[in-house]
């Protein structure tokens, strides 16, 4: 299914040029990634600076992975194609746009695109970090990392990832929309305490729905905290969007850390594919 | 030189316990640590929430090292004398100040303290982190973590960096307070770039005066940036006050770390030394 405002794959107009890029942001300022009336979002800065240092009407942003209200990013990827007359090469075309955005924001490299390259669908696979402080609340980082008051078995919610890794139909986690399918693949979830005593959930999927990250570190801290047996988790997975649903983690705690691209060469093919399987079988 | 709002050393009142404990806040929405009229300050809040909890008139409590406007720390130490037969003990005075606190201030340690405690004077020395991101401005830490625009050699600060160990009137680097020695002893001073790209200064001395690591790390990076030899630190230093002013970093990057104490039975013998010395030739 594709969303009827982003542009349909490769296509890049005449006279234009596709711009590969990655951006930062702190998304406590930010109604999400996508467009929205009213509200301040990613997409909707990031369009108008375009627009501004181009010198053009709307020029429209596609991203790898849309993030929820809340969410950071370090590794966000997006394209856009602009007038290729006006494109001022790449340090300038950095320096222009950071200079520009505002301080919650930074393109963070950005170059023209290899052929065929399309942000969302040459995207291989997505990871994301969710971080736990299971402490004494810390205020310096608790923009960044989850203050959560009770201590967490991290034993536990590394045995409960297990029954998540793999393709499943994840509707438990995800909030439903009509006709969009709610079966990924969770290629990698790897859960540890660093030096710090923070949990890290370092999570990548071929996609994610929406609050699926959340919702699954959610189920794990239920686990984690003494609440739920590890096995519980493979029967809630099983039981899908019809049992009531787990805590959902707060935003906060959520940061997008990279996109997957096949190598230069395959991003057509991957292309296809990904169109093939999201407009059909899941 | 002892501040008149602080208690004089070690006397506690009779009936009265004294308790030590560390703090954690994020410095953004504080003019710094000291009471000031009409101002939050890191004691007015502390202060508020235990003559709450105390059900008494104001407490006076006592810091290791009063930190600047928008300074953040993890491991600031304090003192504070309560009512013996209100005190309700470690686990309960930690939960009950931290669900009072606001969000950017934490209290992550609570005990009775050993006798002879006293924060400022019991201490040997004071330890502060400064981190600068000298690559692609990041949002997510931009509350933490100076983002400097311009790429910073390492390898020329750390040679600067070795003039600064070591006992020195450090006038030059501090704003100055009259009757206030400027004399300061650099213990340590660890510049490194670690896995993420990020500088760390980890910088300790006996005590620091107002203003003095954010202008160390000002002078440092002026080197770094390719602006100075490292060898004009050493002159600027013996210039003292007299020189004009370097850049002083910004606040934001600043955290302080923690306090290092004498074992339990040097604490009376610490706090003569200290007075003394501050009474008379630094």
């Not at 490299?109 to 971080?131: C, E, K, M, N, W």
């Not at 990250?213 to 003494?226: H, K, P, Q, S, T």
Request: one cysteine or more.
């Amino acid at each position: 299914m594709v969303l009827m405002d982003e542009p349909l794959g490769t296509d890049v107009p005449q006279g234009f040029i596709r711009l590969r890029g990655t951006i930062a942001y702190d998304g406590e300022k930010f109604a999400g990634w996508g467009m929205q009336p009213e509200r301040r979002t990613v997409q909707g800065d990031l369009e108008e600076v375009f627009a501004r240092l181009m010198r053009t009407d709307r020029l429209v942003i596609t991203c790898a992975g849309r993030t929820d209200a809340g969410v950071h990013s370090v590794g966000q990827v997006f394209h856009i194609d602009v007038p290729e007359d006006r494109y001022p090469g790449r340090k300038d075309m950095m320096f222009k746009l950071n200079a520009i955005l505002s301080e919650d924001l930074a393109v963070t490299d950005i170059d023209v695109a290899p052929d065929g390259f399309d942000a969302r669908f040459s995207a291989l696979s997505r990871s994301y970090r969710y971080l736990i402080n299971d402490g004494v609340r810390n205020p310096v980082t608790r923009r960044q990392i989850y203050n959560y008051g009770w201590a967490l078995d991290v034993a536990l919610m590394v045995e409960a990832g297990k029954y998540l890794l793999g393709l499943h139909d994840f509707s438990a986690f995800c909030k439903q929309k009509e006709f969009a399918t709610t079966i990924r693949e969770v290629q990698q979830l790897d859960i540890y305490r660093d030096d710090d005593g923070v949990i890290h959930f370092d999570i990548t999927a071929d996609a994610f729905c929406y609050s699926m990250v959340r919702a699954i570190v959610g189920a794990l801290v239920d686990i984690g905290a003494g609440r739920r047996e590890p096995s519980w988790i493979e029967t809630y997975l099983a039981g899908g969007a019809k049992v009531p649903a787990v805590f959902v983690a707060p935003a906060l705690g959520l940061t997008f850390m990279k996109v997957n691209y096949p190598s230069d060469d395959q991003l057509a093919a991957r292309i296809l594919e990904t169109k093939h399987s999201r407009d059909g079988s899941r």
